[in-house]
């Protein structure tokens, strides 16, 4: 089949959509290896987009790739936790035996190796992408196999098996996890209580969002469901948020791969009750290699009329088709998520108005976190009171947890909420802990003297990451990781995160390499402020957290890299003139800078 | 009633030009007859306009030009070791400005295309005399050297915005331009 033929085969298959960009894409790319200018002008001609617009897109994924990249593109997950288990070294090891500068194609075109961030494998690390297929458990021995089957060009379908194994490693189960239920024994009961009545268990249930924000799941699906539809072809569509992208978390992919049922179901209940037909799975572009058997998933469903029309033998109708993200943190905002859905760059919208009311192709949308749609399944089945019995007042059920960093057991770990930071390191394994970081870089760094502190709304509100840092752990240097992390997500859209991202970046790079002093410290702070006061959205407010909290909790590590107490470059100023001295050939004291404590 | 004030002390102030243009200086020249206003608080330290050369302890050290020499960091340093606060004045001192359109070049080349290789121009050699200051490898903002306390952007900065920047600090206000003078969308 030629290029243009295989494009042509792309678009048709959908219909030649402007807003099944992303899928267009991703499809073309997979099977040509890159986006190419041509590519791109032919896909904007077919959707009779401006090619501004498609290139615009193209651009903004990390996992578009708009030059020739190697036929085998190694991506090294770059967590923290990562990093922890030797990610770096091994890294290095690699490019060394390929003779690759990181983040360079090599010259025969065979070849790229670079950093990305977070793959979501952290308790089984470290990770990396190759070809967009995710390898967990990297040793030195597996970066020398590797190296020869690229070397020799072997196919990565040829590649050891168990090198793609991922496992679930879920180590405490509590409601949700052993749940029990059989497929369709959820939506059975939720078509039994009726749009209305689901709604009103939800509702006294107290669900809230399981993303970290913690927002009311009854509230969102009643808005969604009361808002009127838009246009021509008014509808209402649920969408489950599975662009599981705060570094440290991995419990949605877990339970895509073993719960995939549950969360169909959630889906389902969420459509009957807002009264959507069309339901959409973003799946992170991390996950890439679980569109398949979660496809397959969705048609055993449809088989047994779980999905469809006529549902269960009512009137129901609701079916749920997959969109995967492409390499980008910040969609897992929910209005950038619905840019991403429509086939544009993921920025997030300016709200008012809110998703509920105007969200996917500008209809009202209820955006869930697969966790917050699998709990719903429970309601139905349980019912509200069965289920606030479980958890706290104001955070009712349970919290999965994706525990990774210093501990014997990394893994998923599922509590009733209200449990204990002590208990979970416990339980984990943990010993000679300093701290831990909850929710990813974008929530809160704990030391030890917090431990008694509960997960809980009330308390310390999370999306499930939980790393754990031992004593011999550099509570700067994870910083200093998460504020690289945000430098390279900004979405770019706004100037204060745009330019406060980086500016952060450089100065924690500059107290790395030991020219930091107070007045720097003093600007960390300031740009704190500044980020949290006048970003445009929870990425830029929160992306001095980690920064912040360490600063606050374990500011020695800051301190002993001081340089002095006086304002330093962040460069050598003695060899700003070695060019000049060089070219002169003067060596005279007037060609130096004298120290400034000498001076 | 209120006690007689004595005439406060009038405020020392040191100004300089590194790699400027001289066109901020022009600028605070600008504010017109308000200089006589000045003047009645403030005394100048080194400045082009006193031809003092050496700065002493001051209140206020004013500071248009980025860094491009050896020099322009020892009369940086000077300033800031005395003056309680500094200011960087215009486009050049906070960014660099327009003789950072040489940052994209190595210096090496500049040097030799400059002194040996261009055509028409004396082949004397790079200039290699210990009087004169060697040019940095790249061209600084000064906030990259020492602590900058406050800045006032333009190209130049508008006489009314100094006047206002530098009325602000001498009464002890933390300066507040606003719309017009630093905004003006």
Redesign the interface.
Known sequence: MSETDLIDAVLDRHRRDGTRLMQILREIQEQLGWLSPATLTAIAGAIAWPRAKVEGTADFYSFFYTRPMGRFRVLWSDNITDRMLGSSDLMSAMCKKLWLEPGRVSEDGLVSVDTTSCTGMCDQGPALLVNSRAVTRMTQARVGEMVSLIRSETPVAEWPAEWFAIEDNIRRKDILLDHGLVPGQALAAALERGPQGMLAEIKSARLRGRGGAGFSTGQKWEACRSAAGHGADPARYVVCNADEGEPGTFKDRVLLNSYSSLVFEGMSIAGLVVGAKKGLLYLRGEYRYLLEPLQAALEARRRANLLGSNILGTAFEFDIEIHLGAGAYICGEESALIESLEGKPGRPRIRPPFPVTRGYLDQPTTVNNVETLAAACLIATHGSDWYAAHGTEKSTGSKILSVSGDCERPGIYEYPYGTTVRQVLEDCGASDYQAVQISGPSGICLAEAEFDRRIAFEDIPTAGAFMVFDETRDMFEVARNFAHFFAHESCGFCTPCRVGTTLVRNLMDKIARKHG?P?DIDELFKLHRLLQGASHCGLGNSACNPVFDTLNKFRPAYEHRLMSLN?E???D?D????????????D?A??H?PD?AE? | MNAPIAPPRKLRVATASLAGCFGCHMSILDIDERILKLLDLIEFDRSPLTDIKHCGPCDLGIIEGGLCN?EN?HVL?EF?KNCKILLALGACAINGGLPAQRNHL???DV??EVYQTEYLVTHGG???D??L??????V?PLH????VDYFLPGCPPPADAIWKLLTDLLAGRTPNLGHGLLHYD
């Open positions: 002093s007045y304002y470059p962040a460069f100023l060899a700003a003139l070695s060019q000049a001295r060089q070219m002169t050939g003067r005279d007037g060609a800078f400034e001076a | 050896a960091v340093r800031r190595d210096l090496r040097l030799e790079i200039p290699n210990p009087e200051p060697l040019p940095l490898n790249k600084h990259e050297v020492v602590k």
